[in-house]
Structures are given as C-alpha cells and as structure tokens.
C-alpha cells in the first residue's frame, strides 16, 4: 500500500490546513503589502515635498513585498518608483523600475488589465523625461489599447495618456501627431471643471509646438492661465504640482508675471499657508 504525504506529514501550526499546507511550495506568495494605504503615504509624503520620505517607505514595502514573494505588491511599489525618481532626474534608478517593473508585468499576464496601462504610462514617461521618446511611444501604444478596450472614450485616464505621447511624439518631430494628441486630450479634459488642471498643461503643450506663431500661443497662454484659475478648483497638494509644473512653461514664453504668480501660489500651499 503506498502512502500519502497526508499519511506522515505532520503540521508545523495547528491552524494550518489543506494540501498547500502539506506539500509547501517555498517560492509561493506569502502575503501581500497593503497597495492602497501605501499609495495614500506615497501621496501625502510627494503633496509636501517630501521625497525622502516617499523613497524610504518606497524601499520599505518594496522589501517587504520582495520577502512575502508578493509580485503585485512589487510591480506597484516600483511603478511608484518609476515616478519618483522620474521626478528627481534620477536616470539608472528609473531605468530600473521600468525593467523590473516590465518584467513582473511579463512573469504576472497581466498585460491586458487597465491597472497595468498605468504602469506602461509611467515606464514610457521615464524614457521620455530622459530622451527614449522611441522606446516610449510603443508602451503608450500598449496602453492606449488597453484604454479602448476596458474604458468609455471620454474616461479622464485618456486625457493623461494623450498628453504625455503627444509629448512623445513633439520629441520625435511628429508635430502634426502631436497635436492631434493634445487635441483629444484637450477635448476630454475640458468636460469637467476639475479637469481644469490637466487641461492647462495641455494648452501649454501645444503652445511649445505652436512657438512662433504669437497669435496661437497668447491663445493657448491666456486659456491656460484661466484654466488654472477656476474658482470650483481645490487648491491642494495635486494643484500646487501642477502648478510648479506650469510656472516656466509660462516664463519660457516670456508671461513672467502669470509664471511669478502660479509659483506663488504653490509655495503657499507647501508652506501650508
């Protein structure tokens, strides 16, 4: 008569049951990191300027993610960290996100979820931010698939996507592209007033590519400046980045004084005023 290993294998935990239990896989997930409230520390920490402090739970939960075999867990933790080091101009950290964080994306099957467009958005804004504009634009591709796909042509995640590959595209002298681009991203991001953020880069996007042509660009300035005005708009940590964001945009095009005020506005905001 041949023995099962239920037969002479004895439990480490009394609470413990079942197969699995018996015949232990050690590569096996043993846990999972806690994404969301991670995010919302992540969030916190970035509203207030602090990257330092965003960096050491980044590490944190990333090692901890590595040790309970959590591959989901990690691929967030280091999406997280594509753009924080985005962020800083720390080229050979992000990089390395991005590698890590495609691999998992390959070893998981999980190219397809919409969660997933999100990471290949921040990989491919990695490549752009440092000068891999044609590595990008395939991963924007991907994601723009996915979008389709999963979400109604109006979904605010559009808008994102469309303004960092027309991005993509302006770097790779495909003007026309571009635009087209900011256009769909414009037109989804106008719908709503709290939007209004997200639309004002837009407006100065096209303004870059618009450059020469005084009357489109006092257009596309003036539209950004009341975007970033709406008085419906929460001035929060988010509002203080983009408006950080959207300051030498403004002085590039020599409106020094709109550029004086919206960095005022957001030192106020991290200073807590």
């Not at 413990?16 to 043993?30: L, M, R």
């Not at 050979?92 to 998981?108: C, F, P």
């Not at 994102?160 to 256009?183: I, S, V």
Request: overall charge negative; some cysteine.
């Amino acid at each position: 008569m041949s023995l099962d290993a239920f037969d002479y294998k004895e439990p480490a935990c009394p609470l413990c049951s079942g197969k699995e239990f018996y015949d232990h896989d050690p590569a096996a997930q043993q846990g999972s990191i806690p994404v969301p409230q991670i995010i919302a520390k992540i969030d916190d920490a970035l509203n207030r300027e602090e990257y330092g402090e965003a960096r050491r739970i980044l590490s944190y939960w990333l090692a901890e993610a590595k040790q309970l075999r959590d591959l989901r867990g990690q691929l967030a933790v280091y999406s997280e960290l594509m753009g924080l080091h985005r962020k800083n101009g720390e080229k050979d950290e992000a990089l390395s996100a991005v590698e890590n964080g495609l691999k998992i994306i390959e070893a998981l099957g999980v190219g397809h979820l919409v969660s997933t467009a999100t990471v290949y958005i921040n990989a491919a804004t990695v490549y752009k931010t440092f000068d891999m504009a044609q590595q990008a634009l395939p991963l924007y591709e991907k994601a723009e698939r996915i979008y389709k796909e999963n979400l109604k042509e109006n979904d605010v995640l559009f808008g994102a996507l469309y303004n960092n590959m027309g991005l993509a595209l302006a770097d790779l002298g495909r003007t026309e592209e571009a635009l087209a681009c900011f256009e769909k991203a414009l037109k989804i991001m106008t719908v709503s007033p709290d939007r209004a953020p997200e639309a004002a880069i837009t407006c100065l996007n096209m303004a870059d590519l618009y450059f020469g042509d005084d009357d489109k660009v006092d257009g596309l300035i003036q539209r950004a400046y009341a975007l970033l005005n709406e008085p419906t708009l929460k001035h929060d940590g988010y509002y203080a980045f983009v408006c950080r964001k959207c300051a030498p945009a403004f002085g590039a095009h020599g409106y020094f004084l709109m550029a004086k005020e919206i960095e005022t506005r957001a030192e106020k905001i991290y200073a807590g005023a």
